[in-house]
């Protein structure tokens, strides 16, 4: 069971303009020299990002491939600050990496999909931020595991940490998709049901792995409610030493944000929110007769568990239950019920009726 998270709303951070959703946080995948870092957040100040992005140490898959330009980096995001008065944030994988942070007044920072999914490392970098009030945005981990995300966010909520959010960037997979990382945007949908105070960016860049997808990503996020986006965004994106094929140039990425449809969480609009009352009025009642029928369904079930008991026969009638979910994907098809969905609300409900005719067995 999730412990609840003790946060300050992102509001009270004071680092971004909600006026205009969404929230953004933009720069380079990493700091390369000094020029890069201040023409790229030239080009974003000028239309109002306030939070600057920048790899400082970069998780490679190969070594030999550019690392970042560690520690000497943190001083060209000291001068963002003080030129641009932006806000500057990077990635940190071990405790040296906080306090090197600290010492440059580094804003923000995050931790990479790749150390969430490791609970130890996790477990350094929420020691080695505690008392500071440093904000910290949890990325999901690579593997698809929500617990393991929420995990290390109770990790760096227990050390204090109240400035807490979360970027979602997809998941490692070995299906073949369009995309670097799998979206499975349903576990951006659970966490935001569990969450809802804690604000949640999206990432289109490293989920897409290609500028290509940036759009389609980025609106989907805001279909879905998300708070915010984190782009990966270069001067000059053809030569960047990491991730070149996803960053996009800061006037592209105006362009970009000026073309998402932003959905409003709420409205003042009268006619809408009658309507809207009703209509959830109906799912309610609907939602009832669901596990009313639901819980006649297992009554039943028992009675056969009972049944099935006094006659000795087996549990599990593998051609019966086949049966029934054949019929019930077709019967569903008629209905505009998809496959996929049939079969895991049938499931489900199999499941949980074989388990309970098994503890009949077992009395
Ligand atoms: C990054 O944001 O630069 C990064 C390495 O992302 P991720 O941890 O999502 O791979
Ligand atoms: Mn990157």
């Not at 001083?75 to 071990?94: N, P």
């Not at 086949?322 to 019920?337: A, F, H, P, R």
């Amino acid at each position: 069971m999730p412990r609840p998270l003790d946060t300050i709303p992102v509001s009270q951070w004071g680092f971004f303009d909600e006026s205009i959703p969404p929230i953004v946080i933009a720069g380079p995948c990493s700091a390369e020299s000094e020029l890069q870092v201040m023409m790229t957040a030239k080009g974003l100040a000028s239309f109002g990002i306030h939070v600057f992005r920048a790899g400082i140490w970069k998780p490679r898959t190969h070594p030999g491939s550019f690392e970042g330009v560690g520690t000497p980096g943190l001083k060209w995001l000291q001068k963002v600050k003080k030129e641009y008065g932006m806000k500057v944030g990077t990635e940190v994988a071990s405790a040296r990496h906080v306090y090197e942070c600290i010492k440059y007044g580094i804003d923000l920072v995050w931790i990479g999909a790749r150390t969430t999914a490791n609970p130890f490392l996790v477990q350094e970098i929420a020691d080695a931020l505690r008392d500071t009030d440093m904000p910290v945005l949890v990325k999901n981990p690579v593997n698809p595991d929500l617990d393991l995300w929420i995990g290390a966010l109770e990790r760096i909520n227990q050390a204090g940490v109240k400035k807490l959010g979360v970027i979602h960037r997809g998941f490692s997979t070995t299906e073949k998709i369009p995309y670097r990382n799998f979206p499975g945007w349903q576990m951006a949908v659970e966490f935001r049901t569990r969450y809802p105070l804690i604000p949640f960016f999206a990432d289109p860049s490293h989920m897409g792995g290609s500028r290509l997808y940036l759009k389609e990503l980025s609106q989907r996020a805001m279909d879905l409610g998300l708070d915010g986006l984190m782009v990966e965004s270069h001067c000059d994106p053809s030569c960047a030493l990491s991730d070149a094929s996803q960053q996009v140039t800061p006037d592209a990425l105006k362009v970009l944000l000026e073309s998402l449809t932003v959905r409003q969480k709420v409205t003042n609009d009268r006619e809408y929110n009658e309507n809207i009352e009703q209509l959830r009025t109906r799912i309610d009642v609907l939602d009832e007769n669901l596990l009313g029928i639901l819980s006649s369904r297992m009554e039943v079930s028992r009675m056969i568990g009972e049944f099935k008991k006094a006659h000795n026969i087996a549990i599990v009638q593998a051609s019966r239950w086949e049966s029934i979910l054949n019929d019930m994907v077709s019967k569903g098809k008629d209905l505009g019920l998809p496959e996929d969905f049939i079969k895991a609300v049938f499931t489900a409900i199999h499941e949980f009726s074989v388990s309970e005719q098994n503890k009949i067995l077992e009395k």
